[in-house]
């Protein structure tokens, strides 16, 4: 798991600077699927190991549940469930990263962490409007990142969680400030 703190030591210095230059340009990528992903690292607070989840009922599938982070109680998006792929089984190597959007805290189980990485402008082209990829993924695609010989599926945070998601999210948040 050398690797992993590894990647979290980096993206925890990343998110330490507020200077946006540091972060501009930096996405965390990770593996879902086939596929790598990347999200920018201005979003991300942390990558945690994979934890207990306290299941919600009556959720969509892809909502895995809450998680206790510090006192915190966080949603938790599996996210090949959100893209409609198949479930994989969890292991060693599944890690959630802690993200923020619109001001609200989520995890997503991903299956591995690959790296982060810097992606200037000039590299990141439109998503294509047709092809083989899944429909599911494309509408939360915003661009594809080239890095060296490969491409990076960038995603928008705000797109892959829908109101419903956020309203379990604000609802979860509510119950801690209950709590204090």
């Given at each position: 798991?050398?690797?992993t703190?590894?990647?979290?030591?980096?993206?925890?210095?990343?998110?330490?600077?507020?200077?946006?230059?540091?972060?501009?340009?930096?996405?965390?990528?990770?593996?879902?699927?086939?596929?790598?992903?990347?999200?920018?690292?201005?979003?991300?607070?942390?990558i945690?190991?994979?934890?207990?989840?306290?299941?919600?009922?009556?959720?969509?599938?892809?909502?895995?549940?809450?998680?206790?982070?510090?006192?915190?109680?966080?949603?938790?998006?599996?996210?090949?469930?959100?893209?409609?792929?198949?479930?994989?089984?969890?292991?060693?190597?599944?890690?959630?990263?802690?993200?923020?959007?619109?001001?609200?805290?989520?995890?997503?189980?991903?299956?591995k962490?690959?790296?982060?990485?810097?992606?200037?402008?000039?590299?990141?082209?439109?998503?294509?409007?047709?092809g083989?990829?899944?429909?599911?993924?494309?509408?939360?695609?915003?661009?594809?990142?080239?890095?060296?010989?490969?491409?990076?599926?960038?995603?928008?945070?705000?797109?892959l969680l829908?109101?419903?998601?956020?309203?379990?999210?604000?609802?979860?948040?509510?119950?801690?400030?209950?709590?204090?």
């Amino acid at each position: 798991m050398s690797e992993t703190s590894e990647l979290r030591k980096r993206a925890a210095e990343a998110n330490a600077s507020n200077e946006h230059d540091t972060t501009k340009g930096k996405y965390m990528t990770f593996k879902s699927g086939n596929e790598y992903f990347g999200l920018k690292i201005q979003y991300v607070n942390e990558i945690i190991q994979f934890q207990a989840i306290t299941a919600i009922p009556e959720t969509e599938d892809y909502i895995k549940g809450l998680i206790n982070l510090r006192g915190k109680v966080i949603p938790v998006i599996d996210v090949r469930l959100r893209f409609k792929q198949q479930p994989f089984e969890y292991n060693d190597r599944t890690c959630i990263i802690v993200i923020n959007v619109k001001s609200t805290v989520v995890g997503l189980i991903v299956e591995k962490i690959a790296e982060v990485v810097e992606i200037k402008d000039e590299n990141i082209l439109p998503p294509p409007s047709i092809g083989r990829m899944d429909r599911a993924q494309q509408k939360y695609v915003y661009g594809i990142g080239k890095v060296g010989d490969s491409v990076k599926l960038l995603l928008d945070p705000d797109k892959l969680l829908n109101d419903e998601d956020l309203s379990v999210a604000e609802q979860a948040n509510d119950m801690i400030l209950d709590e204090e």
